[in-house]
């Protein structure tokens, strides 16, 4: 069987069309949704990521301010920062990217962000209220992921779902979305320490890799028809980019694959534009 390729590139355009179009008719009642990214340093894959951001919110017709501090910036200048973007009327969005320098305490900031204003839903606050099932803002990689599915025609509910991976950016978020009611699908969760990664995956409809392990899921792991998400982004022995899935092995037993890169990574950006018009209607009296 040859899987069907998830085109996250396509799909990723085809949502920042809606989103512009939503932006626009924002625009003609006055309100322009703003996005706010503050960089510590000069890392150059933030710097990069950063800049993604950036043009994708001017793309989209939103302000888009980029806060860049130097590396030796304080923990209180930083907090400092963020409070002077949680007053500002004009930013409906604040992200602070990581890493962080290792004398920054990146809970701390991510604790201080107005969570109306938390697109990239890393607050405490945001994330306990998507466990007790009361979300605000979705995680942007795990909003991706569920639209990917959406587009590869997953019915969630009742399905059996491994996730590869528990941190607090990918796997946890997800799993907590894909249980919420109206989702309904049965989740579980693996990690470093899981006994039999394959026996785990192999009993899934979906397998989501997201451990960051170049070729971790290979053919044998994956059930025949199997829809298979790659979240993964790493570094080939050659410098390209490679997703945690052995694509051409698995592409012969799944029925669906997100490719790596123009997966997963197009709709993380993405879906931090559909939060930043998210959070300027619900700060502009919008829906909540
Ligand atoms: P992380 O390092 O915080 O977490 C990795 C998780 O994988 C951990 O929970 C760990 O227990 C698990 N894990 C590691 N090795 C494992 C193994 N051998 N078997 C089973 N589980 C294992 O990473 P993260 O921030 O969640 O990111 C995961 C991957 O996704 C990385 O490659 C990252 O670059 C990528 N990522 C991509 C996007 C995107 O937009 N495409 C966004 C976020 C993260």
Redesign the pocket.
Known sequence: MAARIIDGKALAARVRERIAEEVTALADEGVTPGLAAVIVGDDPASTVYVGMKHRASEQLGMLSRQVELPADTSQDELESVVAELNADEAIDGILVQLPLPDHLDPGRVQELIDPAKDVDALNPYTAGRLAVGDPTFFSC?PY?VLLLLEEAGVETAGARITI????N???RPLANMLTLKGHDATVTI?????RD?GEVCREADVVVA????TG?ITADMVAPGAVVID????RDDDGSLVG?VDFDGVSEVASAITPVPGG??P??VTMLMQNTLEAARARRGGRA
């Open positions: 990689t991706g590869v991976g528990r941190s950016l990918v796997g693996a990690h470093s320490r899981t990664l997201a451990a960051g392990r971790l979240v993964g982004t790493n945690d997963v990574g709709m993380t």
